[in-house]
């Protein structure tokens, strides 16, 4: 199932919660090591995939070190930031990841649980 967003909802506007982590799936050249050409459909079923970080959420949320009413104070949140960064190409599960299409784009979200390999650019 594809959820589609449309409308004013350009990626500047997309926030990510938590873990999660916005994805644009690398497409393979859909060929073997022997030279068989594989159709999409093949593909698309692989159990790992390999894409480009699009947009990453805050991380996870460090609970309030307060006495009394700890949810008074939810504008100071803290987060332990995530290790995957805008940028990277991020090798992940594609039974966790959740299919959007983002103004006729498809893009998927996955938790960062589900990353397996990041590769980076700059360390």
């Keep these: 199932m594809i959820t589609t967003i449309s409308g004013t909802a350009t990626l500047h506007h997309i ?24 159709p999409p459909t093949v593909q698309e079923k692989e159990e790992i995939q390999r894409g480009y ?14 006495e009394e009413e700890p ?3 939810a504008e100071h949140v803290k987060y332990i930031p995530l290790q995957v960064k805008e940028g990277d190409q991020a090798l992940f599960l594609k039974r966790n990841s959740y299919e959007v299409e983002i103004d006729q784009e498809k893009y998927l979200i996955i938790p960062q649980s589900a990353i397996l390999m990041v590769v980076r650019e700059e360390w």
């Design 71 to 73: 949810w008074k104070d």
């Design 15 to 38: 926030m990510m919660m938590g873990d999660k982590v916005l994805v644009r799936r690398q497409e393979g050249n859909g060929q073997t090591r022997s030279g068989l050409f594989l």
């Design 53 to 66: 970080v699009i947009k990453v959420g805050p991380g996870f949320p460090i609970p309030a070190v307060q």
